[in-house]
């Protein structure tokens, strides 16, 4: 009667990045399911459709073509049905107005791109475990801010 | 207009529960702690179909053993932490071992098993929750929040949530502001 398993998705333009990143969960301990996507554009295609199986965690990388990701997370936010769904921003930005800009559009989550594969299981290690304890303890979405 | 409200969450998911209970005929005892003895054997599909009226209000029947015991676990955790009326003098790990009757240490490995985080960062994590909630939905100051949550100094409180989140306290605040000012007046 308990999902066991986190799903998570992933909007970037960069292929080497989606492939890293989905590289890095099949590191992880926790069970995870990851699907990628290419840009802004294709991520919102995706996510709108009426029967979508919504993530438990959706990473956004902020300069994509066509839709950035700033642009995803303010529609995102305007629909009721992903209110349960965290929204991580995953750039290579560091800049603090990004950061929190990102935060007061209502993003949860902000990682800054590590450089080493390491590290990078390390964070997304983190971010799953910690949106985990919000899932199954019903910890307040709205206070859920956090930056890796 | 707007309102804020506060919530006990025990109270609202035990009327829940006990209502959908007798919605369904079942005679029960509840026995505290998210534990329902039914005085009655009840067919399987009934209870299914009870699961699902649950599930709606994100309530779920557990039925492995160690879970269980994680949830107990929590639900002490999260008592400790919310009810700072309640004085605890011992430390949490004697404290917890004499709730749950368990020694600490086959806890914390079922804990850790169970949740993927150790008892000791589940409580910092519930005390950074707790702070967000006072900070987000009161006016006391970081330093009335680290007294009324046993912190020796706000300076270790602000270093714990700035450890716990990746933010200060103050930016935390901030940001919660401007969320409100965001939603009043949508751009």
């Known amino acids: ?148 | 207009m707007r309102i804020f409200v506060k919530c006990d969450f025990t109270k609202a998911c035990t009327k829940v529960i006990e209502d959908t209970l007798s919605e369904f005929n079942f005679k029960y005892k509840m026995l505290g702690f998210g534990e329902i003895e039914l005085l009655q054997t009840v067919a399987s599909d009934t209870l299914k179909a009870f699961d699902a009226t649950l599930n709606s209000y994100g309530i779920e029947i557990i039925e492995n053993q160690k879970v269980i015991l994680v949830q107990k676990l929590k639900d002490a955790i999260i008592d400790m932490v919310f009810n700072e009326d309640q004085n605890i003098n011992v430390k949490s790990s004697v404290y917890l071992a004499e709730k749950l009757g368990h020694s600490y240490g086959y806890l914390s490995n079922l804990f850790s098993e169970v949740t993927y985080t150790s008892i000791e960062n589940f409580i910092i994590l519930q005390k950074i929750e707790y702070t967000k909630s006072l900070i987000a939905k009161t006016e006391l100051s970081l330093t009335e929040i680290a007294f009324k949550l046993n912190y020796s100094s706000v300076a270790h409180l602000s270093t714990q949530f700035k450890n716990t989140t990746g933010i200060t306290p103050t930016a935390f605040q901030r940001i919660i502001a401007k969320r409100r000012a965001l939603a009043n007046n949508p751009q």
């Open chain 1, 1 to 148: 009667m308990q999902e066991n398993f986190t799903h998570v998705v992933l909007a970037d333009d960069d292929e080497d990045d989606r492939l890293f990143f989905t590289e890095a969960f099949d590191e992880l301990k926790i069970k995870t399911k990851v699907e990628t996507y290419k840009d802004g554009v294709d991520l919102m295609h995706w996510l709108i459709q009426t029967d979508v199986l919504i993530p438990n965690i959706l990473f956004l990388d902020l300069n994509m073509p066509k839709k950035s990701g700033l642009e995803c997370l303010k529609e995102i936010k305007k629909l009721d049905k992903f209110k349960n769904m965290a929204i991580a921003i995953y750039s290579t930005s560091s800049s603090e107005e990004d950061i929190e800009n990102t935060f007061v559009n209502g993003a949860n989550i902000y990682i800054k791109k590590p450089n080493d594969f390491k590290t990078l299981i390390k964070v997304l290690s983190d971010v799953v475990t910690i949106n985990w304890q919000y899932h199954t303890n019903g910890l307040n979405r709205d206070n859920f801010l956090l930056r890796l």
